[in-house]
């Protein structure tokens, strides 16, 4: 490409042209379906916005109104943003340790490996859409579960970790253990994708880096902190973004109902596009926060 | 294996043990253990993520009485398909499968063509603004289209153009309903995930050599001919991937569906799945007279349903297993 950019500007042009051609669906798509909606959905969060059959949309500013309500007034809503924040932090720490024990464990010789691959990979396709949470959504179940667990708790787990309780271990950390021991299946079903990325960065390291590390004398602890994680942490940045996002995105999650339910039932555009704008910008201060961490732990090995 | 040649290993095993001073015997038994470990491991994972499926597998064949005899567990006593017979005519399936069908393969073309177009651009053209655009497709894969769910209703709901059609037909038109909307999000790749097709061509193309294309070039080939003749060939891998991501994605959308397609009377797979219980509510409160059916019978319709919708997924991941899962090998590393 340096040959074609030194001829001058002739063909620069014509190449930088023929490159906005070929963005320009996606240009077209991001302004008119991106940055309008976007722009409209902002300016909709300072107003309330009512719906009737003569003259359509009608739009009144109030101000800050929505955020205040959301944050002072709603009952629900901030206890849910925390909650949601803490699932996802320890969900995305499980998935990315679970993924990454998972790839080591495939990158390894034996046989049946494709067909475990292939059962991992299965739950990209099978935990998406509708099929999210469609066993325990309907209000059938959710009603007789609590009837369950009112009227008797009798279950293995209950009765082991009211047996740990009561010989006095530490209640936050096993609060946080016995939430990841019952998301286990929720962990294993969103770790489809990061498995096989962590696993395409394993197959990448040449044996013989093992095999010098090994004549240097390190054990296969110290060469995996010395020759694994070192290649493999660059794929620990990509595997985060993309476990926040999808926990963010994943449409059995408290808030993203809770904004259905304010737009689709409730008729509040408004104030559910307010709720989104706060929903999104917590989003991404995670996002930005996870990587500036890892990227700090990485820099080291750069 | 003849008994002697055994023996000779046996023997050959222990004399070797011996002159290692016991480490063979402690590697080999480690590495036993360890494989078994890991057997261990990888079994119960696996187990999990399909134990869900074949249990579905098993209620829905089973009668709706075998469900209260405590006697039966996995295997079904009485084998009967009813519960298929019910879940297609709740779910109208032929309907519902067609729409789905169509509007899974029709919006994943049209996503696959746009995200290709746009990941190529990205991949080798230089020109302004690049990395601002680029900026803004990672910014399409982080932001959740509920964010701008709401006025993209709106936006389509009163749809204008510049005020086109309001003076050509006296006030905006409803496209609520009718799938356009969604066609042209997909053409323009804003549909579901696309920011990460985008990326993920985008990667895969960097990783084509140089020459190839400049050798077209030499040769005399146009620029959208080179991309059509001799990279697109380069990069079917990944646009398979793609296409298969899109459309089964696609398949189990609620999201989209419901916020464009038909809401009264929608026949599409996802959402009349989404509502599957309610129309077994209705179905049996008016042929049998009880206002709610018993909650495992709920269960098993809704496990049936379940299977009936992933049916034809499970089949194309089969076939299509590798196509699924090296493209994202391929792209996950690169740069």
Known sequence: MNGIRKQGRGIRGRRALSGYLFIAPFLFGFLFFMVRPMAQSII???????????????????????????????PEFNQMLVDEVVRMVTHSLATMV?????ALLLN????????????????????????????????????????????????????????????????????????????????????????????SGLQTIPR?????????????????????FPIIS????????????????????????????????????????ALSWIYFAVAILMIGISSLIIRQGVKHYE | MSKLTLERRADSFLTRNRKSGGLLLKQSLRRKAGSLLRALMLFGLCFLILQPILDKISVSLMMEKDLYDTTIIVIPRNLTL?????????????????????????????????????????????????????????????????????????HFRYFDVLGIFTRLTGGPINLKGSPLPYLALSATAMGLKNGLYIFMIRQYFRSVPLSLEEAAYVDGASTFGTFMKVMLPQAVPILVSCLLFAFVWQWTDVFYTRLFLPTANTMYLSVRLSGLAESLRTYVSTRRGIT????????????????????????LYLVAQRWFIESISSTGLKD
């Open chain 1, 108 to 199: 390894q010789r034996f046989k049946g490996r494709g067909l475990a691959r292939a059962i991992f990979f299965l739950p990209v396709i099978l935990s998406s859409g509708v099929l999210v949470g469609i066993e325990t959504n309907n209000s059938l179940i959710i009603g007789m579960k609590e009837l369950i667990t009112q009227s008797n708790n009798l279950n293995i787990s209950n009765a082991l970790f009211g047996l740990l309780r009561a010989t006095g271990v530490g209640l936050p950390a096993l609060d946080v253990v016995s939430n990841l021991l019952t998301a286990v299946y929720d962990i294993v079903m969103a770790s489809g994708i990061q498995i096989v990325v962590f696993l």
């Open chain 2, 82 to 154: 009813e519960n298929y017979q019910l879940v297609s005519e709740l779910l109208n399936l032929n309907t519902s499968m067609f729409n789905t069908a169509f509007i899974s393969l029709v919006s994943a073309l049209l996503q696959v063509i746009a995200c290709t177009l746009a990941g190529y651009g990205f991949a080798r053209f230089d020109f302004p603004l690049k990395r601002l655009w680029f900026v803004c497709v990672i910014l399409v894969i982080v932001i959740p289209p509920q964010t701008i769910s709401s006025s993209l209703y709106l």
């Open chain 2, 292 to 315: 709610s059916p018993p909650v495992g019978y709920v269960m098993q319709i809704i496990s049936t349903g379940v299977l009936v919708v992933i049916a034809p997924l499970l089949l």
């Open chain 1, 44 to 74: 909709m969060s300072f107003q309330s916005v009512g719906l009737s059959a003569q003259s359509g949309v009608t739009h009144t500013p109030v101000g800050w109104a929505n955020y205040i309500y959301a944050f002072t007034v709603d």
């Open chain 1, 208 to 228: 013989s880096m093992y095999e010098a590390a090994e004549m240097e004398g390190s054990s296969a602890w110290e060469s995996f902190w010395m020759v694994t």
């Open chain 1, 234 to 273: 660059p794929l620990l940045i990509v595997n985060m973004i993309y476990t926040i996002t999808d926990f963010f995105m994943k449409t059995d999650n408290l808030i993203m109902e809770k904004i259905h339910e304010e737009m689709f039932v409730n008729l509040k555009y408004g104030y559910s596009s």
């Open chain 1, 98 to 102: 679970l993924a990454f024990m998972v």
